[in-house]
T-cell receptor, first 116, second 113 residues
Framework: NAGVTQTPKFQVLKTGQSMTLQCAQD?????MYWYRQDPGMGLRLIYY???????DKGEVPNGYNVSRLNKREFSLRLESAAPSQTSVYFC???????????????FGDGTRLSIL | GESVGLHLPTLSVQEGDNSIINCAYS??????FIWYKQESGKGPQFIID?????DKRQGQRVTVLLNKTVKHLSLQIAATQPGDSAVYFC????????????FGKGTLLTVNP
Protein backbone atom coordinates (compact mmCIF):
# COMPACT_ATOMS: atom_id res chain seq x y z
CA ASN A 1 0.00 0.00 0.00
CA ALA A 2 1.33 3.43 -0.95
CA GLY A 3 -0.44 5.28 1.89
CA VAL A 4 0.45 8.98 1.69
CA THR A 5 2.66 10.06 -1.20
CA GLN A 6 4.39 13.44 -1.33
CA THR A 7 6.19 15.05 -4.25
CA PRO A 8 8.81 16.31 -4.66
CA LYS A 9 11.08 14.86 -1.97
CA PHE A 10 13.57 17.73 -2.18
CA GLN A 11 13.41 21.26 -3.59
CA VAL A 12 15.58 24.36 -3.52
CA LEU A 13 13.96 27.70 -4.29
CA LYS A 14 15.09 31.27 -4.49
CA THR A 15 13.36 33.93 -2.39
CA GLY A 16 10.22 35.10 -4.15
CA GLN A 17 9.72 31.98 -6.26
CA SER A 18 6.45 30.03 -6.07
CA MET A 19 6.03 26.32 -5.54
CA THR A 20 3.28 23.75 -5.07
CA LEU A 21 3.82 20.68 -2.91
CA GLN A 22 1.70 17.72 -3.88
CA CYS A 23 0.12 15.12 -1.62
CA ALA A 24 -2.08 12.13 -2.42
CA GLN A 25 -3.52 9.37 -0.23
CA ASP A 26 -5.05 6.08 -1.26
CA UNK A 27 -6.78 5.17 2.01
CA UNK A 28 -10.11 6.86 1.24
CA UNK A 29 -9.60 9.20 4.19
CA UNK A 30 -11.82 12.23 4.68
CA UNK A 31 -9.30 14.45 6.48
CA MET A 32 -5.95 15.68 5.23
CA TYR A 33 -3.32 17.91 6.86
CA TRP A 34 -0.18 19.87 6.09
CA TYR A 35 2.53 20.31 8.74
CA ARG A 36 5.96 21.85 8.87
CA GLN A 37 8.77 20.51 11.03
CA ASP A 38 11.72 22.65 12.03
CA PRO A 39 14.87 21.42 13.83
CA GLY A 40 14.28 20.56 17.47
CA MET A 41 10.57 21.16 17.19
CA GLY A 42 7.49 19.07 16.83
CA LEU A 43 5.13 19.30 13.92
CA ARG A 44 3.10 22.48 13.49
CA LEU A 45 -0.15 22.45 11.57
CA ILE A 46 -0.30 24.79 8.58
CA TYR A 47 -3.69 23.96 7.05
CA TYR A 48 -6.10 21.09 7.14
CA UNK A 49 -9.11 19.80 5.25
CA UNK A 50 -11.71 17.97 7.28
CA UNK A 51 -13.53 16.81 4.16
CA UNK A 52 -13.49 17.24 0.41
CA UNK A 53 -14.36 20.83 -0.44
CA UNK A 54 -13.37 22.37 2.90
CA UNK A 55 -10.10 23.83 4.14
CA ASP A 56 -9.19 25.60 7.39
CA LYS A 57 -6.20 27.38 8.85
CA GLY A 58 -3.99 25.70 11.39
CA GLU A 59 -1.39 27.14 13.74
CA VAL A 60 0.98 28.68 11.14
CA PRO A 61 -0.95 29.45 7.91
CA ASN A 62 0.71 32.74 6.90
CA GLY A 63 2.49 32.57 3.55
CA TYR A 64 0.68 29.41 2.42
CA ASN A 65 -2.41 28.41 0.50
CA VAL A 66 -3.99 25.00 0.02
CA SER A 67 -6.32 23.24 -2.38
CA ARG A 68 -8.29 20.08 -1.70
CA LEU A 69 -8.47 19.01 -5.32
CA ASN A 70 -10.53 15.88 -4.61
CA LYS A 71 -10.78 13.32 -1.84
CA ARG A 72 -7.33 11.92 -2.64
CA GLU A 73 -5.28 15.06 -3.20
CA PHE A 74 -4.37 18.03 -1.01
CA SER A 75 -1.77 20.51 -2.28
CA LEU A 76 0.19 23.23 -0.46
CA ARG A 77 1.31 26.35 -2.30
CA LEU A 78 3.95 28.91 -1.44
CA GLU A 79 3.15 31.98 -3.52
CA SER A 80 6.33 33.94 -2.72
CA ALA A 81 8.86 31.79 -0.88
CA ALA A 82 10.82 33.29 2.03
CA PRO A 83 13.89 31.91 3.85
CA SER A 84 11.74 31.46 6.98
CA GLN A 85 9.80 28.82 5.07
CA THR A 86 12.83 26.56 4.85
CA SER A 87 11.58 23.43 6.54
CA VAL A 88 10.47 19.85 6.10
CA TYR A 89 6.84 19.64 5.08
CA PHE A 90 4.68 16.66 5.92
CA CYS A 91 1.27 15.72 4.61
CA UNK A 92 -1.01 13.42 6.60
CA UNK A 93 -4.44 11.90 6.29
CA UNK A 94 -6.91 10.48 8.76
CA UNK A 95 -10.02 8.35 8.62
CA UNK A 96 -11.59 10.12 11.58
CA UNK A 97 -15.32 10.65 11.29
CA UNK A 98 -18.40 11.13 13.45
CA UNK A 99 -19.10 7.45 13.27
CA UNK A 100 -15.57 6.28 13.97
CA UNK A 101 -14.33 9.12 16.15
CA UNK A 102 -10.66 10.01 16.21
CA UNK A 103 -8.35 7.84 14.15
CA UNK A 104 -4.56 8.02 13.73
CA UNK A 105 -3.09 10.35 11.18
CA UNK A 106 -0.83 8.66 8.65
CA PHE A 107 2.10 10.61 7.27
CA GLY A 108 4.07 10.81 4.06
CA ASP A 109 7.86 10.92 4.09
CA GLY A 110 8.04 14.68 3.64
CA THR A 111 9.34 17.33 1.27
CA ARG A 112 12.60 18.96 2.25
CA LEU A 113 12.41 22.56 1.10
CA SER A 114 15.24 25.09 1.17
CA ILE A 115 14.69 28.76 0.36
CA LEU A 116 17.83 30.70 -0.50
CA GLY B 1 2.73 27.79 23.94
CA GLU B 2 2.84 24.02 23.65
CA SER B 3 -0.01 22.19 25.25
CA VAL B 4 1.86 18.92 24.97
CA GLY B 5 5.41 18.57 26.28
CA LEU B 6 7.99 16.00 27.26
CA HIS B 7 9.93 15.64 30.49
CA LEU B 8 13.07 14.24 28.85
CA PRO B 9 14.39 15.43 25.52
CA THR B 10 16.90 12.54 25.23
CA LEU B 11 16.95 8.99 26.53
CA SER B 12 19.77 6.49 26.21
CA VAL B 13 19.22 2.83 27.07
CA GLN B 14 21.00 -0.48 26.68
CA GLU B 15 19.71 -3.04 24.22
CA GLY B 16 17.31 -5.37 25.97
CA ASP B 17 16.30 -2.88 28.64
CA ASN B 18 12.83 -1.42 28.90
CA SER B 19 12.35 2.22 27.86
CA ILE B 20 9.87 4.71 29.25
CA ILE B 21 9.14 7.96 27.44
CA ASN B 22 6.98 10.52 29.21
CA CYS B 23 4.67 13.26 28.03
CA ALA B 24 2.63 15.91 29.84
CA TYR B 25 -0.45 17.55 28.44
CA SER B 26 -2.27 20.61 29.70
CA UNK B 27 -5.72 20.40 28.09
CA UNK B 28 -8.09 18.46 30.30
CA UNK B 29 -10.55 18.32 27.39
CA UNK B 30 -8.19 16.17 25.32
CA UNK B 31 -9.84 12.85 24.60
CA UNK B 32 -7.44 11.09 22.24
CA PHE B 33 -3.69 10.58 22.39
CA ILE B 34 -1.16 9.09 19.99
CA TRP B 35 2.48 8.10 20.03
CA TYR B 36 4.56 8.38 16.87
CA LYS B 37 8.05 7.18 16.00
CA GLN B 38 10.13 9.18 13.55
CA GLU B 39 13.32 7.81 12.05
CA SER B 40 15.82 10.06 10.35
CA GLY B 41 14.64 11.20 6.93
CA LYS B 42 11.18 9.69 7.29
CA GLY B 43 7.73 10.78 8.28
CA PRO B 44 6.18 10.03 11.69
CA GLN B 45 5.01 6.45 11.99
CA PHE B 46 1.98 5.59 14.10
CA ILE B 47 2.81 3.36 17.08
CA ILE B 48 -0.19 3.25 19.37
CA ASP B 49 -3.15 5.36 20.43
CA UNK B 50 -5.41 5.59 23.45
CA UNK B 51 -8.75 7.22 24.14
CA UNK B 52 -9.54 9.08 27.32
CA UNK B 53 -11.93 6.37 28.53
CA UNK B 54 -8.95 4.03 28.94
CA ASP B 55 -5.95 4.03 31.31
CA LYS B 56 -3.77 1.51 29.51
CA ARG B 57 -3.40 -0.01 26.11
CA GLN B 58 -0.93 -2.59 24.91
CA GLY B 59 0.52 -3.33 21.51
CA GLN B 60 3.40 -5.40 20.31
CA ARG B 61 6.25 -4.62 22.78
CA VAL B 62 4.66 -1.23 23.55
CA THR B 63 2.30 -0.05 26.24
CA VAL B 64 0.74 3.37 26.60
CA LEU B 65 -0.42 4.57 30.01
CA LEU B 66 -2.74 7.52 30.51
CA ASN B 67 -3.13 9.26 33.85
CA LYS B 68 -5.87 11.83 33.48
CA THR B 69 -5.57 13.00 37.08
CA VAL B 70 -2.12 14.46 36.49
CA LYS B 71 -2.49 14.80 32.71
CA HIS B 72 0.39 12.48 31.94
CA LEU B 73 1.02 10.03 29.13
CA SER B 74 3.81 7.50 28.85
CA LEU B 75 5.10 5.05 26.28
CA GLN B 76 6.81 1.90 27.48
CA ILE B 77 8.91 -0.14 25.08
CA ALA B 78 9.83 -3.62 26.24
CA ALA B 79 13.16 -5.24 25.39
CA THR B 80 14.38 -2.19 23.48
CA GLN B 81 16.21 -2.97 20.25
CA PRO B 82 18.63 -0.90 18.14
CA GLY B 83 15.85 -0.49 15.58
CA ASP B 84 13.85 1.40 18.20
CA SER B 85 16.34 4.28 18.06
CA ALA B 86 14.35 7.27 16.82
CA VAL B 87 12.53 10.40 17.94
CA TYR B 88 9.24 9.71 19.68
CA PHE B 89 6.39 12.22 19.68
CA CYS B 90 3.23 12.29 21.69
CA UNK B 91 0.21 14.09 20.29
CA UNK B 92 -3.25 14.95 21.56
CA UNK B 93 -6.57 15.80 20.05
CA UNK B 94 -8.35 18.37 22.16
CA UNK B 95 -11.81 17.41 21.06
CA UNK B 96 -14.02 18.74 18.30
CA UNK B 97 -14.87 17.29 14.95
CA UNK B 98 -11.81 18.36 12.98
CA UNK B 99 -9.51 15.62 14.33
CA UNK B 100 -6.54 17.96 14.61
CA UNK B 101 -3.49 16.93 16.63
CA UNK B 102 -1.13 18.98 18.76
CA PHE B 103 2.38 17.53 18.91
CA GLY B 104 5.03 17.68 21.58
CA LYS B 105 8.65 18.48 20.69
CA GLY B 106 9.81 14.85 20.83
CA THR B 107 12.25 12.64 22.73
CA LEU B 108 15.32 11.17 21.09
CA LEU B 109 15.74 7.53 22.09
CA THR B 110 19.18 6.01 21.56
CA VAL B 111 19.65 2.27 22.05
CA ASN B 112 23.20 1.18 22.77
CA PRO B 113 24.22 -2.33 21.66
Amino acid sequence: NAGVTQTPKFQVLKTGQSMTLQCAQDMNHNSMYWYRQDPGMGLRLIYYSASEGTTDKGEVPNGYNVSRLNKREFSLRLESAAPSQTSVYFCASSGGSRGRGNQPQHFGDGTRLSIL
Amino acid sequence: GESVGLHLPTLSVQEGDNSIINCAYSNSASDYFIWYKQESGKGPQFIIDIRSNMDKRQGQRVTVLLNKTVKHLSLQIAATQPGDSAVYFCAENSGGSNYKLTFGKGTLLTVNP
